[in-house]
């Protein structure tokens, strides 16, 4: 198709969203598998378009910057992984209304959707959770990206927990989930320290064996604290009459 500019010029047809889907995916794909591997600032914008296939132009197209490439790659995965973790939520506090959820369950709720995943979802997954697990460390990029992405979620967790574990302070509810996150963010690594370590009893990559155990280690590890702060906030003896 020509313009009306100079004879023999062409102009790119717009691509429609049908046609562009397909290239923005590779890019995604390219993009999450190189950010996973070498980090955010060990891969450029022309390694990504090259291992995608496609011109730099169009990463510039469909993303603006490479910080732009990395928010698009971490939220692509995030509304399907907390589509499920809400969903399981809102079936315990449903079936809640005759039984309240253990907080095992709603561990359980918050946890196996990403296990499971990184378990059988494919290299892909296996990449996008190398690359939460290494954001979730970075003091550049943890704070921003994780908050927008997860927290929401997050909330809504520990509100549940919250009602679960009643009376317990505020401080230790949110410290008890930073070390539940840790334990994930160490879990999606799968540096095969473990393998080492126990050698050979235990393998990194055994995912359904870390869902089995970290349910239960985690929940103790909130009761723990709720139960120390509770021993250690005992009311004052009563004073008999004869003593005031």
């Not at 090259?50 to 698009?72: P, R, T």
Request: hydrophobic fraction near 40%; include cysteine.
């Amino acid at each position: 198709m020509t313009t009306g500019g100079k004879r023999g010029r062409r102009t790119p047809a717009r691509r429609s969203g049908a046609r562009s889907h397909p290239t923005r995916e590779r890019i995604l794909d390219a993009a999450e598998r190189l950010f996973a591997q070498r980090g955010f600032h060990g891969v450029s914008i022309r390694d990504i378009t090259g291992a995608a296939d496609v011109d730099v132009a169009l990463a510039n197209y469909h993303f603006g910057s490479k910080q732009g490439l990395l928010e698009a790659v971490f939220a692509r995965r995030a509304e399907e992984l907390n589509g499920e973790r809400l969903a399981r939520l809102d079936a315990l506090l449903a079936a809640g209304r005759r039984k309240a959820p253990t907080l095992e369950e709603i561990i359980d709720a918050f946890t196996h959707p990403l296990l499971d995943r990184s378990a059988r979802g494919g290299p892909g997954w296996k990449s996008y959770f190398a690359l939460v697990a290494e954001v979730n460390n970075s003091p550049e990029f943890g704070g921003v990206l994780m908050t927008r992405t997860f927290d929401q979620v997050v909330q809504r967790f520990i509100e549940a927990i919250r009602r679960a574990l009643p009376g317990c302070e505020e401080r230790d509810l949110y410290w008890a989930y930073h070390f539940l996150s840790g334990a994930l963010t160490l879990t999606f690594a799968e540096t095969g320290r473990i393998d080492k370590l126990s050698g050979g009893v235990c393998r990194s990559n055994d995912l359904d064996s870390v869902h089995e155990r970290l349910v239960p280690f985690c929940a103790a590890g909130f009761r723990a604290l709720c139960v120390r702060k509770g021993r250690t906030r005992k009311p004052p003896a009563r004073r008999s009459k004869a003593a005031r």
